[in-house]
């Protein structure tokens, strides 16, 4: 069930050259972006936002974080109103931070987590405000390697184990993905059960969300991608992509 996509492997060499950069280059930041904005919106397209995003993990990656501003000024301006240019659901885990895996700043990312990125009443509507209102072109669902939330629903299935207080319930919507990548001895791998959890999420947001998710996808102005995030490498997999 292993699906690394082509960035995934071209990154290896990035990481391996970043490694092997002098100290100095590495400290250089690289110049900040600011995300244009228009009447109070983004006036990125999907795959531009997308391009924001790669591109702030591969500085990331690279130790070249531009640091975004966020004094006085900026807070300033974004007390008039946000302008974020994606919705970006992930799992509580902290060292999953969007904003620190992209090197984005105040405003610019509408974040949506729990543990085991579950999109349930609440985070759907979370969603769907990012879209319906604040005109995101992006939503992007990342689970990560060694979520204790999917592996605690591995075990449920392999182990019978139980969970108290509401962990079991707040466990059950990731129960079917790991299900799915079940092998024929009964064992699951955790990555497969990440990944197959992020890729049903992102088919639901696809294909069986409500008319104000999927008309915007088929008038090409909103774009759903499931990622993977790589906890020692820094990485962020964009693996499930929407084709073309
Ligand atoms: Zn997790």
Redesign the pocket.
């Known amino acids: 069930m292993k699906n690394y996509s082509r960035r995934s492997m071209l990154a290896v060499g990035a990481a391996t050259f970043a490694v092997t950069a002098s100290a100095a280059q590495a400290q250089q930041p690289a110049a900040f972006r600011p995300v244009p904005t228009k009447d109070g919106f983004t006036t990125l397209t999907s795959d531009e936002a997308l391009q924001f995003l790669i591109d702030g993990n591969n500085n990331f990656l690279a130790g070249k974080e531009s640091g975004p501003p966020l004094g006085p000024q900026r807070r300033l301006e974004l007390a008039k109103g946000q302008a974020p240019f994606c919705a970006y659901v992930t799992?509580?885990?902290s060292r999953?931070p969007p904003e620190l895996l992209f090197g984005r700043g105040l405003g610019e990312l509408f974040i949506i987590r729990n543990?085991?990125?579950t999109v349930d009443t609440a985070a759907m509507g979370s969603i769907e405000f990012a879209v319906a209102v604040l005109k995101v072109p992006l939503v992007v669902v990342m689970?990560?390697e060694k979520?204790?939330?999917?592996d605690a629903a591995c075990k449920v299935i392999m182990e019978d184990a139980r969970f108290p207080g509401a962990i079991d319930d707040m466990i059950h919507p990731i129960l079917p993905a790991a299900l799915g990548v079940r092998d024929k001895e009964g064992k699951i791998n955790l990555e497969d059960a990440v990944r197959e959890n992020v890729r049903r999420i992102v088919h639901r947001l696809r294909n069986e969300a409500d008319p104000i998710m999927l008309n915007p996808q088929r008038e090409g102005k909103l774009k759903v991608v499931g990622a993977y995030y790589e906890l020692a490498r820094g990485l962020v997999d964009f693996f499930d992509q929407p084709k073309a």
């Open positions: 799992c509580s885990d999953v543990a085991g990125n689970g990560h979520c204790g939330a999917v």
